[in-house]
């Protein structure tokens, strides 16, 4: 009976086995096409590039049969199937075929011939000032071998090998050059073709020093991350100048942080101030990047595009391998420094600690306490708070709860310092040599810049007691905001940027901080970058720059990055 069944079961497939053989040769389907079409190209060394006076040769692919009529939008014609046209402007042309009085048209983009310079390679792959000689390539595209004319500027105390000032020269490459100014030194090239000016062309040239310094990194608002070599024995005759590291800082990058070998930016996008509304609310465009010290990569570490706007990355520090960050006023996420391409969630990310996890809830600071600058000093954790709970919050590990509390609980040993509106604390870091915290106010009238200890700082409990800590450039106060007016375009009055974070340098016992002058008279400080000099107990200018937000220092010497 089961061979009957396997024989029945056999004759079963047989018709499938037929089926499979026949050759199922698909139906083409003939897809209409235009009556009038054309393909172009460059041919020779600039195929790839639609420079001006490039020959383009322009082909009639058209099914219709007839006369070709081309119009090349730049007021030329002609006639044929196969055309060479060259453009003589840079621009974007309404190229036209017409035949039998059917027309195609595509678009079709000239550009203009720009100069492209560049360094040659540079032994040891560092350019030290005062030092390293300099060579440059230049390609200049020039299809139909137009007469070139060169004029090139060199940066200030730029010198060539035999020691001559190289201000200008009119050679096609100049022979090696000699800098002698630190930073990005700008070399300009202008060419002339037929006596046409072309484009200026610009390289900057990262120019380290001859010896091993720490260097500053900053960034500005709506401007470039930066950075600065931190030189305190400079020659009289030599300048400084920052590097820009040709990536945008962000829209408002309150934090930078530093680990070897990354730099990371924390920007809390374009809405960081109070959110009225839902549109608002949700309108989270913050993020924290991660950026090699030279500025040569930059990856995402996390993300809170379309989330609340108050979930953005705001303040934050490195503690051995994580990154702690804040929102604007809950609390403290903790990520490892090796994540990458995150997404933000409070389920993926819970909080660290927040305001309900830490016995200051209701008994000290309420929900939504807008936070500042956050970091550990010693075992303690320090936290900046201006609004619903001002003052210095300070906890330890086991100082946080292990569920949220809705009353006020047992305040942390640690304690509050500076508690209280009189004093709104906005940024601090903590100097590791002269064991002094820096720190910076924004209450109506104590305004300013203090150093002091540890002890002392924990003595202050009135504005009569700030005064022996309070430090001023000359005469002048660093007075963060007028008194009801926000700087502009920094979102409400009471959530005015002021000085957002401090930078420390170990290897000089050096603070550093960017201050805007948003008083806008003569009382307080110029805008620009200043540091505070343990050794000198002095506040001296480093840099004139705009609106300087986060601020990190890489303390490792090197002579670039």
């Not at 839902?278 to 090699?292: R, W």
């Not at 993300?303 to 609340?308: E, H, K, L, V």
Request: with cysteine; hydrophobic share 35%.
């Amino acid at each position: 009976m089961k061979n009957n069944v396997l024989k029945i079961g056999m004759m079963a497939l047989l018709p499938l086995f037929a089926i499979s053989c026949i050759d199922n040769v698909p139906k083409v389907e003939q897809l209409p096409t235009d009556p009038v079409s054309f393909t172009y190209r460059i041919d020779g060394d600039y195929r790839l590039d639609y420079y001006i006076d490039s020959d383009v040769t322009f082909i009639n692919t058209s099914p219709t049969e007839g006369k070709a009529v081309w119009d090349f939008g730049d007021g030329k014609t002609a006639e044929g199937d196969t055309v060479l046209h060259p453009f003589d402007v840079a621009g974007t042309y309404n190229v036209k075929l017409s035949i039998n009085g059917i027309t195609k048209s595509q678009v079709l983009m000239i550009s203009d011939i720009k100069p492209l310079v560049s360094v040659n390679p540079i032994e040891g792959g560092v350019c030290e000032v005062l030092s390293t000689p300099v060579s440059f390539s230049l390609e200049v595209p020039n299809p139909k071998n137009r007469k070139l004319e060169y004029v090139w500027s060199f940066p200030a105390r730029t010198k060539s090998v035999a020691g001559e000032v190289m201000e200008t020269s009119s050679d096609t490459l100049p022979g090696e050059v000699i800098f002698g100014n630190v930073g990005s030194q700008a070399v300009r090239l202008l060419v002339k073709m037929d006596g046409r000016a072309l484009e200026e062309a610009v390289l900057n040239v990262p120019v380290g020093y001859n010896k091993e310094v720490p260097t500053l990194y900053y960034a500005e608002q709506g401007g470039h991350l930066m950075a600065y070599k931190l030189i305190s024995d400079k020659p009289e005759d030599m300048d400084v100048y920052p590097f820009d590291l040709g990536l945008a800082s962000g829209e408002h990058p309150f934090t930078l942080l530093y680990k070897e070998p990354s730099l990371y930016v924390l920007d809390a996008g374009t809405a960081w101030y109070f959110q009225n509304d839902d549109a608002q609310a949700n309108g989270g465009d913050g993020k924290i990047s991660v950026i090699a010290k030279d500025g040569s990569k930059i990856e995402t570490m996390i993300s809170n595009a379309g989330g609340p706007a108050f979930q953005d990355p705001f303040y934050g520090c490195i503690i051995d391998n994580d990154l702690y960050y804040t929102d604007r006023n809950t609390g403290v996420i903790k990520l490892p420094l090796s994540t990458r391409d995150a997404v933000y969630s409070a389920s993926a990310f819970p909080y660290y600690v927040q305001h309900t996890t830490l016995g200051y809830y209701n008994n000290g600071w309420g929900y939504g306490c807008i936070g500042g600058s956050i970091g550990m000093i010693g075992d303690t954790w320090y936290w900046c708070k201006n609004y619903n709970g001002q003052g210095i919050f300070r906890w330890k590990n086991g100082d946080i709860l292990l569920s949220s509390i809705t009353g006020g609980g047992t305040q942390p040993e640690s304690g509050i310092a500076l508690e209280g509106a009189s004093f709104l604390p906005k940024s601090f870091v903590y100097a590791t040599k002269s064991n002094k915290i820096c720190f910076t106010l924004f209450g109506t009238g104590n305004e300013g810049f203090y150093v002091c200890t540890i002890d002392q700082l924990n003595a202050i409990t009135k504005s009569s007691e700030l005064k022996p800590y309070k430090k001023l450039f000359g005469e002048l106060e660093f007075v963060p905001n007028k008194t009801g007016s926000p700087a502009a375009v920094e979102g409400h009055t009471s959530e005015f940027v002021a000085i957002c974070q401090i930078a420390y340098d170990e290897v000089n016992d050096c603070a550093y901080f960017g201050y805007r002058n948003t008083h806008n008279d003569a009382t307080c400080a110029p805008t620009g970058i200043y540091r505070y000099n343990f050794a000198t107990d002095k506040i001296e200018p480093v840099l004139e720059s705009g609106n300087v937000y986060g601020m990190v220092i890489n303390n490792k010497p090197t002579k670039l990055f």
